[in-house]
């Protein structure tokens, strides 16, 4: 996810949680244009290695074992990019991120976009920019669509505040009416 992104989500100087951080990029570009106080989440070691080089604050950590360490910390925002499908209970995590932080932004990689049906239809799992691991090397457990998602968060009482549906080169898509069926990934910012 580009961070151009959340430039209207995320408040200059906010204190913000990356969890699943990755390398870092993200929260090291808010923190950069945005001022923010950051601090990331990783269990990866070789992408903690990256977070440090970015000179991005980060601690290990598997959000499988939950999201109660971070509870009532005075996040003003949390970060979920394209990690809630790979852990093993999506659902209690969005459940516990507005516990993390005042509002919450989750993407997730869209299953139901028209090139990955395609690709399933003709008996392959997806390989694309947005999902380029193979079946067997891939951290997705749990494959959802933008429409399983934004019932999920209906279902939890959770608001979707604002949405972006991105194409498969993380462009905006002008129309948001067959996100479903066109977008490669769906950006969430959510509230209570």
């Not at 009416?177 to 769906?186: I, P």
Request: glycine residues 6%.
């Amino acid at each position: 996810m580009d961070s151009a992104y959340l430039n209207n989500w995320i408040k200059d100087e906010s204190k913000v949680i990356d969890l699943g951080c990755g390398d870092g990029s993200l929260l090291r570009d808010l923190m950069n244009t945005k001022n923010v106080h950051g601090f990331g989440v990783e269990n990866d070691l070789e992408k903690i290695e990256k977070c440090i080089e970015n000179n991005v604050p980060v601690i290990q950590h598997d959000l499988d074992d939950g999201l109660k360490d971070f509870k009532h910390l005075g996040f003003d925002a949390a970060i979920m990019a394209s990690s809630i499908q790979c852990l093993r209970n999506p659902k209690s995590a969005l459940i516990d991120l507005l516990d993390v932080a005042t509002t919450c932004v989750v993407s997730i990689p869209n299953f139901g976009y028209w090139k990955i049906r395609l690709l399933m239809m003709a008996g392959r799992m997806p390989v694309s920019s947005r999902l380029p691991s193979k079946w067997y090397e891939t951290k997705n457990i749990h494959l959802c669509t933008i429409k399983d998602f934004e019932e999920l968060c209906a279902e939890l009482n959770l608001k979707i505040l604002e949405k972006i549906y991105l194409n498969d080169h993380g462009r905006p898509l002008k129309k948001l009416k067959r996100g479903n069926l066109l977008a490669a990934e769906g950006v969430y910012l959510i509230g209570a």
